[in-house]
Antibody, heavy 119, light 107 residues
């Protein structure tokens, strides 16, 4: 059974940093690209970033470029999202998601982790 | 970025009815359209991809279609467990973009 379990969220002040983790199991992690998708409270879904299966390439939405960094450790089957220079508008639930092979649609999602940026 | 305009924002229907949710893409996405269901407090679940292909385990009362850049999700014979918010997403081009969502309530 595919499982994605996020951790690391919480309350953080504007301008500070936070690192999210996503532990994957139930599939061959290093065969799949991985992604983060966020959802602001009572709002819709927004793709945040994707990393290739081997970590060779990363892709970001414009609003997080230069502030967020997606990475992975295939030996640990873990995905990460480093969030720097956080802003109030980054407040959201962040989901770890697995894209289908060769596609940017998401067939498995984690339960999500809440990040609240507030002073 | 490709814009996905989803309608309606909310709708209310009775058990056993059929409802349709629509998504309009701002440009041609070549049938690369997915639908997700999200129940309160839960993560989204993939229902349909490539416009009309059902994800494993999804009931056949869910179906998808397209007409040009307009995409539709139809839910037949509504069940109580179908109460949720539904999102469309284009998976044709980066960045992948979602519609604003449709909240379906059962009367």
């Amino acid at each position: 059974e595919v499982q994605l379990v996020e951790s690391g969220g919480g309350l953080v002040q504007p301008g500070r940093s936070m690192k999210l983790s996503c532990a994957a199991s139930g599939f061959t992690f290093n065969n799949y690209d991985m992604a983060w998708v966020c959802q602001a409270p009572k709002k819709g879904l927004e793709w945040v970033a994707t990393i290739r299966y081997d970590g060779s390439s990363t892709y970001y939405r414009d609003s997080v470029k230069g502030r967020f960094t997606i990475s992975r450790d295939n030996a640990k089957s873990t995905l990460y999202l480093q969030l720097d220079s956080l802003r109030s508008e980054d407040t959201a639930t962040y989901y770890c998601a697995r894209p289908r092979v060769y596609e940017q649609l998401f067939d498995y999602w984690g339960q999500g982790v809440m990040v609240t940026v507030s002073s | 970025d490709i814009q996905m305009t989803q309608s309606p924002a909310s709708l209310s229907a009775s058990l056993g009815e059929t409802v349709t949710i629509e998504c309009l893409a701002s440009e041609d996405i070549y049938s690369n359209l997915a639908w997700y269901q999200q129940k309160p407090g839960k993560s989204p679940q993939l229902l349909i991809y490539d416009t009309s292909s059902l994800q494993d385990g999804v009931p056949s009362r869910f179906s998808g279609s397209e007409s040009g850049t307009q995409y539709s999700l139809e839910i037949n014979s509504l069940q109580s467990e179908d109460a949720a918010t539904y999102f469309c997403q284009q998976h044709h081009d980066y960045p992948p973009t979602f519609g604003g969502g449709t909240k379906l309530e059962l009367k």
